[in-house]
Each structure stands twice: as structure tokens, then as C-alpha cells.
């Protein structure tokens, strides 16, 4: 096979300098990481090509810094994202200035504060359109900036308008997730950083009764997710919205999968009629139209990639490689072992009990937030997580994406994917795990231009630790019992996949499955399976039962010996 973009073809020994060692320890990072390590042992490589070797980078080096706002109440966490500076260039970036904007003068020193100079295409496109207050409705890949796209005409809004806190809430920013709307509010502060007007934050899981008394104070720029909005326009009575300017809805598509559907009607609802309104996402469906027609008057459609051959990032290098279920874990973990210098996002279908950095939807949100703003200052480490992280976090650094579980849809994948490469000039790395059963989801990503390649793993390379690893829990009787109920949310995650005819449970290797939780059988643990997938079947026995077993005498699937 020819070179490829994903292991570069440089000659070793052009530059002895560039060694792995030595390339570690200047690592820069973020703007553009050097090529690294091979995906295992070394040796993982796309398909017939041997061997690798890093480059060195373009890009600027990632400066940190810490907020510092005096007023309103602070998310302690907010303080510790970190900002990069981002040079001009291609891809995302457009070559009109901030400066050439007419932005007020406190705005124009925060952004100088960021170190923002050049804006991005989507900033450029929809800014001007939504100071003028008309409706935009933006799509733009992931990592583009469309968080400034709308937060600097909220705040030139509010500042023109000379809101103050008696004034109550003129921008409601909404997002999906609570990270996200931490992380917005944070740089809505920065924004903020030299005006008057205040800002607050209201999400699911935190102090209800703290976020209304604010709300009571005045807040004039809001970010929030839904349902916890919702609740205190409801139910807050100090809370003022009758003179709301702007309702932003960002990553509108994912409010609308996490059914939040009927609380963004409510909200729209009671919300007043006459205002602005944005609505952005990275990926567009036709549920975001139907909210569109809802919310927007006349909007302006700012479609940044519509004319790109590729959904994702230039800077993004994406492979997928077949790993049969049975050496799905041990494939992980020798992978992992061997980018322990380097900062590893693995997506999960469902939660797992972990003892790292991990993030899903089980948590208490205190736990999730800071987990979160870990991982955000790490150097270098590895965040477990489910589809909680995949949209819109914006965590500086991050080398690899792995989908150990597959995306639920190629938009999924974009999503998971976007959370590397982001910004001009980044450089990022992603991987999805398929087995053999799953390849056909490659036509998905075909169809939705997403370039991916095959690597292949080098069985001998593999970490051999799977005998050890079943002996550890077969015997320890709590790592037993939460290896018991990962193999069972397993099965039930991989059976509620809207793609059923790729990802069929009726379909799943059992056994294989069982062995990637280091069972060295299938464990007798109680799975309700539907029969939703059954029509998908390709192989069913002459018995009645399906391949693997699952039926309702048998609710465990084909199992020998029970553990
Ligand atoms: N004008 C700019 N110049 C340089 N860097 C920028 C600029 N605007 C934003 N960035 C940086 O680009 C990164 C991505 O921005 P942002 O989080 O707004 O992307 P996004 O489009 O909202 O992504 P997603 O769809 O994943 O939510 C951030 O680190 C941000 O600081």
C-alpha cells in the first residue's frame, strides 16, 4: 500500500533527533502534535506498511490561562480551562480580523486577552449577520469556534443595550450537555471579563436553590441546559426573562436526541416572541429544521463545510481496525499501555467501574465536573467515557480518540471524533474498533465523507495477560461482580443500537464477548433482550433459538460452564 497521511513517511535516520524519547520530552502540545508512537506495541500501522516515524509540528504553543472575573457567581472549575493561542492560516480560519468587526472596545481586549487575532470562518460569516439581529441559522464542523460565533454578538448585544442586573436575563445561551454549558459559560466570562452586564450558570445537578438566588439578583447572560431551565422559568419568581434580546440553542441536534424536544417547546413557549435568535450545531437534521422553524424568523443559513469533501478536520487522522470480540480488551489494553505518555479519550457504550479519569451520565454532576477539569489540565492520561463527553467539550490536547464501543450513528462518530484536531492547525488521531460483524458501518462513514483507514494489530505484539486477567476475576469477588454487570450493560447497550442491522445483538460472539471482560465463559447474568433485532437475524438455529442463545428459558445466552 502507498504512504499514508497517518504514518508519516520520513526516514528514521534523516533525523536521529526525532526519536521517540526525545520527541517526548519537547513535546508540545495541542497546535499540531508530532506523529507518534505506532498504535500498539510499536507496531500497529496501517495495513502493509511497517514502521513509523514523528514529525515535527507547525503550529503555536499552547499558553495558559487563568481567568480572573469579579463579578457574579463563579464555577470554581471555570478558572482552570485553559486557552490557546491559535495562528491564521487555512482550514477553519478565516483572514478577516476581530478588529475589522467594530466591536466594542472591553470585547475587543478580551479577545486580544485570549489571543485571538484572525476570527474563523464561522465567526466570520455569522458575527456580522447576528449583531444586525438577524437569525442564523450555523453549521460548522466540530472545533471551528462557533462558541465565539455566538458569544461575542450576546455580549455586544447586552453592552450596546446597557443591560445591568436589574435589567434581569437578555441571552440565554442553551446547551446540551452540563460540561458544555459549564465550559460556554466559561468563556462567556472571559468574554465578559471587562464589561459591566453579569453572567450565571443553571444545570441539572447542581444547588437549585443558589442558582435562583442569582437568577434573582440578575443575571443578563444565561447559560443553561433544558431541563434545569425550564424548572426556573417556572418556578423562580425573582427570575427575570420578559426582556430577553437573544435565545441561543447550541449543538441543537443533541438537545433534540436526548429528548429534550418537548422541553425546548415549553421553553420556547414561555421565552417572549419578539427576539433574536441562533441556532448552531455541527450537525444538521431534520429535527434541527423543525426547531429552526420554531424559534427563528427568517433565519440566515451560515453552512461553512457544505462544500467539503470531508466532514472532519484536516489536522484528524482516523483508522479503524477489525479486532475480533475476543481480543477486543486486550487489544485496548496493549494499546493503552503504550500511549501512557499521551492524552487517550476511549468511548464506551455504557458506564464502567474504573479507577482513572472516567465521565458518564451515572454520576454525581460534582464528580463528572471535575473529572472534567482534570482531564482538561492533564498532560498526559486517559478519560473513560460514554456519548455524556462527545459532543461540544472542548479539552485541550487530546492525542487520541478511540471508540472502543462503535458510535451509534456516523453523526455520532463525527462528534466523538471532533473532540481532537480542534482549532487551526491541530492535529489529532482516531480510532474505531470494529469486529469483523460491524465492517459494514464503514459504508455509513463512506456516505457521511469521513476518510477512514484500516490499521491492522500485531497478534504477537499483544500484551499477553488474558489467562492472568480471568484467574484475577474469578477469584476476587468484587472485580468479578463488576466485570459481571460491564459484560451485562454491555449486551444491553449493543442491543439498543438504532443500527441493528450492522449491530445486531442476535449476532454478538458471546464467548468473545464474555473473554473481553476476562470471562473465560460467557457469565450467568440476567439479560432481557427484545426481540426488536430478531427480524435482523441472519443465522437462526433449527431450534428456534438465535446463534447466541438468548431466549426466554435462556435469558444469559449460551453459556457451558455458569460462573
Ligand atoms: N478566532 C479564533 N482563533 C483561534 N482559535 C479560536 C478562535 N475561535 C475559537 N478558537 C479556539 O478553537 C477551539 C474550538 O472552538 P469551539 O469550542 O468554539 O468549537 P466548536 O465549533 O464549538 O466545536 P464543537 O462543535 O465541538 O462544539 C477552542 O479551543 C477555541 O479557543
Not at 423562580?236 to 418537548?262: M, P, Q, V
Request: hydrophobic share 35%; with cysteine.
Amino acid at each position: 500500500m502507498a504512504n499514508t497521511e497517518i504514518i508519516p513517511d520520513t526516514n528514521p535516520t534523516q533525523n536521529p533527533k526525532l526519536g521517540y524519547e526525545s520527541v517526548k520530552k519537547k513535546r508540545k502540545r495541542n497546535r499540531g502534535k508530532k506523529e507518534d508512537e505506532k498504535l500498539c506495541s510499536g507496531e500497529m500501522n496501517e495495513k502493509g506498511e511497517s514502521g513509523g516515524e514523528e514529525k515535527e509540528f507547525v503550529g503555536t504553543k499552547e499558553v495558559e490561562h487563568d481567568n480572573e472575573v469579579e463579578q457574579g457567581d463563579e464555577v470554581e472549575e471555570d478558572k482552570k480551562i485553559k486557552k490557546k493561542k491559535v495562528k491564521s492560516g487555512s482550514g477553519i480560519m478565516s483572514s478577516v480580523t476581530f478588529e475589522s468587526m467594530s466591536l466594542s472596545e472591553p470585547t475587543m481586549k478580551a479577545i486580544k486577552d485570549m489571543g485571538f487575532h484572525y476570527t474563523t470562518e464561522i465567526q466570520a460569516r455569522s458575527l456580522p449577520l447576528l449583531i444586525k439581529g438577524i437569525d442564523v441559522l450555523g453549521a460548522a464542523r466540530t472545533g471551528s469556534g462557533k462558541t465565539l460565533a455566538f458569544l461575542v454578538p450576546a455580549v455586544e448585544l447586552l453592552y450596546q443595550l446597557h443591560f445591568a442586573p436589574r435589567n434581569g436575563t437578555g441571552v440565554i445561551i442553551i446547551c446540551p450537555t452540563r460540561e458544555l454549558a459549564i465550559q460556554t459559560h466559561a468563556v462567556a466570562k472571559e468574554l465578559l471579563k471587562y464589561h459591566s452586564q453579569t453572567h450565571g450558570l443553571v444545570i441539572g445537578g447542581s444547588a437549585r436553590k443558589t442558582e435562583a438566588e442569582r437568577l434573582a439578583k440578575g443575571v443578563n447572560l444565561l447559560v443553561a441546559t433544558p431541563g434545569r431551565l425550564l424548572d426556573h422559568l417556572q418556578n423562580t419568581k425573582g427570575f427575570i426573562y420578559n426582556r430577553l434580546k437573544c435565545l441561543t440553542i447550541d449543538e441543537a441536534d443533541r438537545i433534540l436526541e436526548a429528548n429534550f424536544e418537548e422541553e425546548m417547546k415549553q421553553i420556547i413557549k414561555i421565552l417572549p416572541k419578539e427576539r433574536q435568535a441562533a441556532l448552531f450545531s455541527a450537525t444538521q437534521t431534520e429535527k434541527v429544521a423543525d426547531l429552526a422553524c420554531l424559534s427563528l424568523k427568517d433565519p440566515v443559513y451560515v453552512g461553512v463545510d457544505d462544500e467539503r469533501n470531508w466532514v472532519t478536520n484536516e489536522g484528524l487522522e482516523q483508522g479503524y481496525c477489525v479486532v475480533p470480540c475476543a481480543k477486543r480488551f486486550i487489544v485496548l489494553y496493549s494499546f493503552l499501555k503504550r500511549h501512557q505518555s499521551q492524552k487517550v479519550m476511549v468511548f464506551f457504550s455504557s458506564y464502567i467501574h474504573v479507577d482513572c479519569f472516567d465521565i458518564h451520565g451515572q454520576q454525581k454532576q460534582q464528580k463528572r465536573t471535575n473529572t472534567f477539569f482534570d482531564f482538561c489540565k492533564a498532560e498526559k492520561g486517559m478519560l473513560l467515557c460514554t456519548n455524556v463527553a462527545a459532543r461540544g467539550l472542548d479539552i485541550p490536547s487530546v492525542d487520541w480518540i478511540i471508540q472502543y464501543d462503535p458510535p451509534d450513528d456516523r453523526k455520532e462518530y463525527v462528534h466523538r471524533v471532533g473532540r481532537t484536531a480542534r482549532g487551526e492547525g491541530s492535529k489529532g488521531k482516531a480510532l474505531l474498533f470494529l469486529t469483523p460483524e460491524e465492517l459494514q458501518f464503514l459504508s455509513h462513514l463512506k456516505a457521511a465523507k469521513v476518510p477512514v483507514k484500516e490499521y491492522e494489530f500485531p497478534e504477537k505484539k499483544l500484551a499477553n495477560v488474558q489467562s492472568h486477567l480471568e484467574k484475577l476475576v474469578s477469584k476476587n469477588y468484587y472485580l468479578n461482580k463488576s466485570a459481571k454487570e460491564a459484560y451485562r450493560s454491555y449486551v444491553l447497550a449493543y442491543n439498543s443500537h438504532s443500527s441493528k442491522d450492522i449491530f445486531n445483538v442476535h449476532r454478538l460472539d458471546l464467548q468473545g464477548v464474555a473473554a473481553s471482560f476476562c470471562f473465560d465463559n460467557p457469565p450467568k447474568v440476567c439479560i432481557n433482550i427484545d426481540s426488536g433485532a430478531s427480524k435482523f437475524r441472519n443465522t437462526k438455529r433449527k431450534d428456534g433459538r438465535s446463534r447466541n442463545g438468548f431466549s426466554s428459558s435462556n435469558p444469559h445466552g449460551n453459556r457451558s460452564s455458569g460462573h
